[in-house]
Each structure stands twice: as structure tokens, then as C-alpha cells.
């Protein structure tokens, strides 16, 4: 009412501290108004200001709010005397009736310039805003239920449709969260980089490292649904940077826990019990553990068991659903902005990928909330553990009449987490971890998708338990057996196979040629790749080698920057020439990585499994370089591929393992042979008829010697903690069983097959050399060709014999040599093995040591020590196996089968010798069938055929 026309800048400074005076106490009356658990009341009406409500007298902050906004009024230089009044007397509230009274001398302020209303409006505004964001969440209700495949995108939107108030509220909450963080992001990117034409984008590189340890922070902000998707994000440096991917790695569901009351009322109500003492001895009061899900508490039941109780957090499964709900409505926007920043078109495929991509995630989420399921996955695991005697991994044991919808109770395990233990037997354990989550992926069919450090225990005992069982990923065996396939072909550098291999693993799409994909040049890095990852040393030595190689490649004398840049431009020239290579007009391409990486989006994709597979991976790669600085987890892998493969009889399982050892693939002569034929005959068709190529294999014996001695260590490292020895001990006692079983084993298979081979091939060579080779033969063959050089040479000599005689002493003696020149002819297949057999021979007499064997064994044998011949002695571990009675008793049992074993390996020698004769070129068809059918007779009175069906 002091303002005057004629002085505007007084006039402005009255507007603004009565306007800012009026906007602080409706700020405030908002906040306090809208502060959880308070109610609206019915309004007093005023003279000018109606609709401003009484507060209740059970506002806490009302004091602190009225001295807070006495200070900051009173502090604003005025000669408003009114309003100095005001902040002097009517601004000392100690009640809702003073504070109203205080709102109704305010009113004509306000009233007198309808600026001043439109100032509050704005000032108001947002308070209202900021506590409609700050409001109570409702999520009593989700539009699905827990499982692992009740996930539904589409009921969602149904369910959200109808409560726009909760997916605005959502929205902007996150909006308020991450402002401040995308505002960086933006003007490093844009200003820093775009405006000032700065390629590199150096300050939005520079600021990496603060930004991720940010969105770490962000993500535990955000609640439990974000900090999932940074665990899941922590494995796709594909989709975020390297910095941002290991700081989020940090993430071990650090999440505040929610009040124990309210754990207890869940506990109560699940367990149907009014008293928790009905069921529990003891139970702590506060959580030993927190996660986004649910927390922990330790407990005894009723007979003395230690349990861990978890409990689901009130609300998690509608809180989960609504943040899905609003990822998926957010990633086309996101999606489109990452592409405009890297200067790529969006298309409708980007969006719908990146939309896949959360219902992934989405699925897993919601399948942690089904507690039953959780419960029935860690009983299957710990049976399939049992079931393949890998005694050294486990899970706890679930109290399966405590389970129910959101409380799971299991044996508390007492144990320190893997990363953490400095036990000497982590190595150990490390590589206990990797043969469980293979055996997950290549035989159970149920991988463990969520294997970070705190879910891997060392138990006191000395074994790996792992918890947490509530996401999973079901591994179909069609995918099991191409993931065997494609080890197998990298481990012996079979690059020709691997394009076919990434359309049978997804990670190609099915309508990408296999001539394009071989073009690609994945082969050679994937080449690269694996030699560097055998190597071992992590990322930190990888790195070191790869600057050793450039350094090499572009010159010893560069500096980083420089090996960076000479690097760049080699591949720059190679991705020109491949994009030439397709026909691609390469002087059109404004940018050349950007047309091959939107080719290379086209040729590849990361199935979901394969995510889960390189997390566990990279989590125990990382304890183990914490341990070894040279750990290679790729050779960690193959004892259990050696075991996996020496074991499982499926064709596929077989052709990969004889690929493994050198062997060309004989599945489909098997998968193509007739029903009465066994795998073993079948398999022969490719060897006889002589045939000669350049693809002729034969066994590797350094390569079977190699897989036996990871079969060993699998089976000593996950069969027992190995105290004593133990561990060897079953590892004697399984290749013993896999060697001599009467069952058979897909290893004693092919060593029976490539037997029969190896003897038909050394027959073939010693009558060759006797009656083809040898001096005495050379003399009887230049004999018996005499007469037929006399009549060549003599023309008038051979005009007088009659035919009949001629036939007699002059061709047939010459057939006769040719027919068994041609019989034992040594083909190079046959060759092959004939040199295998030589190599083996020269690797076990290097692995045998110089004493004795036979003293060894006559102080356990009672009887028929005299009988073993002196041979080289077993290393001093074998000997104290051959030591111990029980596995010696075993490995004698297992000798009973070795008649088996010689009729089936005589039975090869002799159906060899059959097929040889019916596919023979040189003898007649009446011959040909006859000694077929003795040499089948022969092999079926030692051993009789078995009909096998694909």
C-alpha cells in the first residue's frame, strides 16, 4: 500500500518482499500441509481469502517452520511496516489457529495487486509440485503376479492407463533425481564437444570417471528396480562406457532396509501365526543383511536349527512394475537421443531392440519376487549337484515348510564371501565356481544369473556355496550342445566352423549368409581374442600384450598416442577394404566406422544368456587376478569341458570331442548308416575303400593327454575339498570307471574305435612289409614277373604259347602281386595314425618316470606281482592312489571289464576288415561278398552288432 507511481524501483522492492514473505508462509502451509500421513480439513472461511486450511495440531514442524520463516522474513530489508509487523509479532506461531490468523492479515496483501497473486502462484507452484512428487507412494496393487513368466508388458499399460497420476508422479520424481546428472552429460557432450568443435570429445572423456562413481550413487538413490538395471548394465560395455560398467560393478543391492515392524507383521501374516515365538527360538532384531528385494534376519527355530530368514520388502513387485512400466515408456526417447548424439538415423528396429531389452531385464526382475520359485531353484541345483558328485559347490538347504509367497527361510551358512577369504584353497575354489555355473550352462540347463562376489561363499568347511537363487535363465540343449560345439572349435582352432557356430548360438541372426559372416572377419578376432585371453593376466596384461604387438606391427619407438593413431588408421584401411569387398562405393561413406558398425549390428547380437555367462565370468575372473596376477580363466574352463565331453554320449557331444582330439567328424556317416548297423561300423565307412585326402586325421596324443589330465583335475577339484588326497583319489577312481566301465563312456568309445583303426592299419603295415616290402617279397615278386618280362621282351615267344598257359604262369602270378599290393595299400589316414602311434608312445614314456612300477604294486598285491613286466614307474600321486585300498579295490573291480573291452576292439578289427573287402576296387563281387560275410561272421560271434537309432 506504500507504492507510489512515481517510484518504480521502491515500488519493485515492496512488490518483491511482500510477494516473497506471502510465497514462504504458503510454501511452507503446502509442505506441512502435504507431509505424509496428515489429512486435509475442512477450510476457514475468511473475509477476502477463503479455502485456507486449519492444521491439524499434530503437525510436527510447526515451530521449526515458523522460526525458520520469521529469520528468513525479517532478514529482508523493508520499510513495509506492515509487513514488519508481520514478521515481528504475527510470525511468532506456536499454533495452526496463530498461523491462520497470520494467512488472514496476509490476504489483503496479497489481494491489492493481482501481481502479487500471480508471484505466490508461481512460488506455490512448485512447492505443491515437490510435495505431489514427495507424496506417499501407493503400491498395495501390481498389474501381475510374481513368477518367472508373468511378466506382461501389456497388462502393465492397462494398469498404468488407468493411474496416469502414479507414472507422471514417477517421472518427474526420477526427473528430479538425475537433473543435475544429464545436465553434466549435456554440456560436456554439446557445449564442451559439439559447439566447440572438439572431435574427441576430450572433457566428456575427462569427466568420465566422476560421472560413473555419480550414476553409481544415482542408481542407489533411485530404489531397488535401478539398482538391478545397473547390476544387469555392469556387464554391457557394449551399451555403456568401460568406466560407467565397473563402477557400477559396486552395486551389491545396497539399499536402506525397511522397518523391522513391518518384516515382522509380513513374517506373522505369511506364517499364519499371531506370535513369531511360535515358530522362532530366537530372531534378531534388525537385519544382517539388506537387498533390493528383500532383508535378512538370523533366527534358530523351535529344534535348534540356524536359519536366515528373508523377507520380501513390502511393495517391491508393484514398485518394480511401475518403474518397467516407465523405462519402457522412456527408451524410445532415450533411444533416439543416444543416436543423435552419435549421429546415426533412428529406426524402428533401434527402439524395439532397446524395448527387448528391458522386458529382459523385466523378466528376470519379477521372477526374484516369487520366493517358491526361488526356493524350488536352489533345491534342483543342490540335487544336480549331488546327482553328478560335485560335492564341493553347494546351496543352502531350504526349510521347504517355512517357504511361502514373501518369506523364505534356508540353513544358515556360515561362511566368508569368496572375494574377501584368504583361505590358500580359493584358486581352488575359483575354479570349483567356474565347473558349476559350465555344468549350469552345458548340462542342468539352469543357469544362476545374479553371481556377484556377495553371492559366493567360501563355507568353513572349504566349499562354494552359492546363494541367491531367485534369477535364473532356462539354457535349452539345442543351445547346450552348440555352445560344446563352438568350445571345441575354438580350443583347437577350427576358425572355418565359427560362423556357422554364431547362427547356432543366436548370436547372428538366422537370415545372415555364412559367406558374409566369413567375410566379416570375426575369425581372425576372435583368433586374437582367445590367444590373448589363454594367456591370462586379465585386462591389465592383455593390455601390455596388445602394446607389445603394435609396438611390433607400427614401431618400438612410438609413443601410446601415436600406437593409438598408427592403430586407427590400419583399421580404418581394413574396414575400407571390407566394405569394398561387399561391393560398398567406399568414397561415398562419409564415415567408415560408423557404416561397419551399422553393419555389424545387422551380422550380430548378444543373446540374454550370454550376459549372464560373461557377468559370473568376469566376477570370478576378478578374484581370481586378485589372487594370481596371471589367472587365465579360459583354461579354467577346459577340465570341465574334458569332463563333460569324455562322459556324454550324444552324437553332437561326441563330434565335438573328437574335434577335440584331431578327429575329423564321423556323425553323419553315423547318423546316416542303417538301423543294424552300430556307431562303431558306420564310423569305418569313411576310413576304407582306401581312400586318400588331405583331410585324413588321426588322434592327437597330446591332446588326449591334456584332456585327461583336466578330466583329473574337474573331477579331484569338485568331487570333495580334497583333504588327504581325496580328491585324487575319485579322480582315479572315475577314469578308471570311464575307461573300463561295462556301460562304456563316450572317451571309451572312440579310444575302442580309433584302436580298431590303429590295429588295422599296424596289420596292414606289417604284411605290407613282409610281403610287399621286404627283400624275400621283392625276390618272389621279381620271380613270378620274370616270365611276363621274358615274353615282353620276346614277341615272337609269346605268339607261341596258347592263352590258357599264358593266363596261368604269366598274369595271374602278376594279378596276384598287384591284388596284394593294392589290398595293403596304406592310405594317409592310415599313415596318421601310424605316426600318432609313435608320438603317443614318445609323450607317455616323457611322463612316466625310471623305477620300478612292479615294487610298487607287489607290496598290495598278494599275489601275481611276479607276472607285470618292468616298466617305467607312476608318479609318486598315482602310486599312493595305487596305495590306498579302497580305490585300488575299485580299480580291480573295473580290470573285469577289460574282456569286454578286447572282443569289442577284436569285433572292430574284423568288421573293418569286412567293409575294407566289400568297398575293395580290385577284388571281384563274388569275392568282395564273400569275405565280407566271414569277416562279419567272425566279428559277430566275438561280439554281436547292436542296432542304434538317431
Not at 520499510?79 to 511468532?92: W, Y
Not at 548360438?505 to 589363454?534: H, K
Request: proline fraction near 5%.
Amino acid at each position: 500500500q506504500h507504492s507510489t507511481v512515481g517510484h518504480p524501483t521502491k515500488r519493485n522492492m515492496k512488490f518483491s518482499t511482500r510477494t516473497l514473505a506471502a510465497a514462504l508462509l504458503l510454501a511452507g502451509q503446502s509442505c506441512a500441509f502435504y507431509t505424509p500421513n496428515t489429512q486435509r480439513l475442512a477450510t476457514q472461511p475468511s473475509s477476502k481469502l477463503h479455502a485456507l486450511p486449519n492444521l491439524p495440531d499434530s503437525v510436527p514442524s510447526l515451530d521449526s517452520l515458523s522460526n525458520t520463516l520469521q529469520n528468513i522474513v525479517s532478514s529482508i530489508p523493508t520499510s513495509t511496516d506492515q509487513l514488519s509487523d508481520i514478521a515481528n509479532s504475527g510470525l511468532h506461531l506456536t499454533s495452526p489457529d496463530q498461523l491462520s490468523s497470520a494467512l488472514n492479515e496476509l490476504g489483503p496483501l496479497l489481494l491489492d495487486n493481482p501481481w502479487h497473486i500471480a508471484a505466490v502462484a508461481f512460488f506455490s507452484t512448485g512447492a505443491l509440485l515437490a510435495a505431489f512428487v514427495n507424496s506417499p507412494d501407493d503400491y498395495s496393487q501390481a498389474p501381475f503376479e510374481a513368477g518367472s513368466d508373468t511378466y506382461n508388458p501389456t497388462l502393465a499399460s492397462e494398469f498404468y492407463g488407468k493411474r496416469p497420476w502414479m507414472v507422471a508422479k514417477r517421472i518427474l520424481r526420477l526427473a528430479s533425481y538425475t537433473s543435475l546428472f544429464n545436465t553434466g552429460l549435456i554440456f560436456d557432450w554439446l557445449v564442451l564437444g559439439k559447439l566447440l568443435k572438439d572431435d574427441e570429445f576430450s572433457a566428456l572423456r575427462k569427466n568420465e570417471p566422476r560421472r560413473a562413481k555419480e550414476a553409481l550413487e544415482l542408481c542407489t538413490k533411485l530404489g531397488p528396480t535401478f539398482i538391478k538395471l545397473g547390476q544387469a548394465l555392469s556387464i554391457r560395455t557394449d551399451l555403456i562406457p568401460e568406466l560407467y560398467a565397473l563402477e557400477l560393478r559396486q552395486l551389491q543391492d545396497a539399499v536402506p532396509p525397511f522397518q523391522s515392524d513391518e518384516a515382522r507383521e509380513v513374517m506373522a501374516r505369511e506364517f499364519g501365526v499371531s506370535n513369531l515365538n511360535q515358530i522362532f527360538e530366537t530372531l534378531s532384531e534388525e537385519p544382517v543383511a539388506s537387498a533390493s528385494i528383500g532383508q535378512v534376519y538370523r533366527g534358530t527355530l523351535k529344534d535348534g536349527t540356524d536359519v536366515a530368514v528373508k523377507v520380501q520388502r513390502p511393495g517391491i513387485l508393484a514398485e518394480i512394475a511401475l518403474d518397467l512400466h516407465v523405462l519402457r515408456l522412456l527408451t524410445p526417447i532415450q533411444t533416439q537421443l543416444q543416436n543423435a548424439a552419435n549421429g546415426q538415423p533412428t529406426t524402428q528396429q533401434d527402439i524395439d531392440q532397446g524395448i527387448s531389452l528391458v522386458d529382459e531385464w523385466g523378466r528376470g526382475f519379477v521372477a526374484e519376487t516369487d520366493y517358491r520359485l526361488e526356493a524350488e531353484n536352489t533345491v534342483q541345483f543342490e540335487a544336480a549337484m549331488r546327482k553328478r558328485k560335485l560335492d564341493a559347490v553347494c546351496a543352502p538347504r531350504v526349510v521347504e515348510e517355512l517357504v511361502k509367497d514373501k518369506v523364505l527361510v534356508t540353513e544358515w551358512v556360515q561362511g566368508t564371501r569368496l572375494d574377501r577369504d584368504a583361505s590358500p584353497d580359493v584358486p581352488r575354489l575359483c575354479g570349483v565356481a567356474i565347473n558349476a555355473y559350465l555344468t549350469m550352462l552345458l548340462d542342468t540347463g539352469v543357469l544362476h544369473c545374479d553371481p556377484h562376489p556377495g553371492n559366493l561363499l567360501r563355507t568353513t568347511d572349504g566349499k562354494l556355496c552359492i546363494l541367491d537363487w531367485g534369477m535364473t535363465l532356462a539354457v535349452p540343449s539345442d543351445l547346450q550342445y552348440a555352445l560344446l560345439e563352438f568350445i571345441a572349435h575354438i580350443n583347437t582352432e577350427d576358425y572355418d566352423s565359427i560362423p556357422q557356430d554364431f547362427i547356432n548360438l543366436g548370436f547372428s541372426p538366422a537370415d545372415v549368409s555364412l559367406e558374409r559372416l566369413q567375410n566379416s572377419g570375426i575369425t581372425e578376432g576372435l583368433s586374437f581374442a582367445f590367444r590373448q585371453l589363454s594367456q591370462g593376466g586379465g585386462p591389465k596384461k592383455m593390455q601390455e600384450r596388445v602394446k607389445e604387438e603394435f609396438q611390433d606391427r607400427y614401431g618400438a619407438d612410438l609413443s601410446d598416442l601415436e600406437l593409438q593413431s598408427a592403430a586407427r588408421a590400419d583399421m580404418l584401411v581394413r574396414m575400407e577394404e571390407q566394405l569394398a569387398s561387399e561391393g560398398v562405393d567406399v568414397k561415398g561413406v562419409t564415415n567408415v566406422m560408423e557404416e561397419m558398425s551399422k553393419r555389424n549390428r545387422e551380422l550380430f547380437a548378444l543373446p540374454p544368456y550370454v550376459l549372464y555367462v560373461a557377468r559370473a565370468f568376469s566376477t570370478l575372473e576378478g578374484i581370481g587376478l586378485s589372487i594370481d596376477e596371471d589367472y587365465a580363466i579360459v583354461q579354467e574352463c577346459y577340465p570341465y569341458l574334458a569332463g563333460r565331453l569324455f562322459t556324454d554320449k550324444s552324437p553332437r557331444a561326441k563330434a565335438a570331442l573328437r574335434a577335440m582330439l584331431g578327429l575329423s567328424d564321423d556323425t553323419k556317416a553315423v547318423m546316416h548308416s542303417s538301423s543294424d548297423v552300430s556307431p562303431g561300423l558306420a564310423a569305418v565307412k569313411a576310413g576304407v575303400n582306401g581312400e586318400s585326402n588331405d583331410k585324413a586325421t588321426a588322434m592327437s596324443p597330446k591332446k588326449l593327454f591334456e584332456m585327461t589330465d583336466n578330466f583329473a583335475s574337474y573331477t579331484a577339484a569338485t568331487a570333495t575339498v580334497d583333504r588327504d588326497g581325496e580328491g585324487r583319489t575319485a579322480a582315479a577312481k572315475e577314469f578308471a570307471k570311464l575307461l573300463l566301465d561295462k556301460d562304456g563312456s563316450t572317451l571309451q568309445e572312440i579310444l575302442v574305435e580309433e584302436a580298431a583303426k590303429l590295429g588295422d592299419a599296424a596289420t596292414r603295415s606289417l604284411l605290407r612289409r613282409a610281403l610287399v616290402e621286404s627283400s624275400l617279397a621283392k625276390t618272389i615278386a621279381s620271380s613270378l614277373r620274370a616270365p611276363k618280362d621274358a615274353l615282353e621282351r620276346s614277341e615272337q615267344l609269346a605268339s607261341l604259347l596258347p592263352e590258357d598257359l599264358k593266363k596261368a604262369i604269366i598274369e595271374r602270378p602278376d594279378n596276384f602281386l598287384n591284388l596284394v599290393d593294392e589290398l595293403l595299400f596304406l592310405t594317409s589316414e592310415d599313415e596318421k595314425r601310424l605316426s600318432s602311434a609313435s608320438e603317443f608312445q614318445e609323450v607317455l614314456g616323457g611322463r612316466l618316470e625310471s623305477s620300478n612300477v612292479r615294487s610298487a604294486l607287489a607290496e598290495n598285491l598278494s599275489d601275481g606281482a611276479s607276472i607285470i613286466p618292468s616298466m617305467p614307474d607312476l608318479s609318486p600321486g598315482l602310486r599312493s592312489i595305487a596305495g590306498d585300498a579302497e580305490t585300488r579295490d575299485f580299480v580291480l573291480e573295473q580290470l573285469s571289464n577289460v574282456p569286454s573291452l578286447g572282443r569289442r576292439f577284436g569285433a572292430g578289427l574284423f568288421r573293418r576288415a569286412a567293409y575294407r573287402a566289400m568297398n575293395s576296387p580290385v577284388l571281384p563281387e563274388e569275392a568282395r561278398k564273400q569275405l565280407s560275410d566271414a569277416n562279419n561272421r567272425v566279428a559277430d560271434a566275438i561280439e554281436p552288432a547292436t542296432a542304434t537309432k538317431e
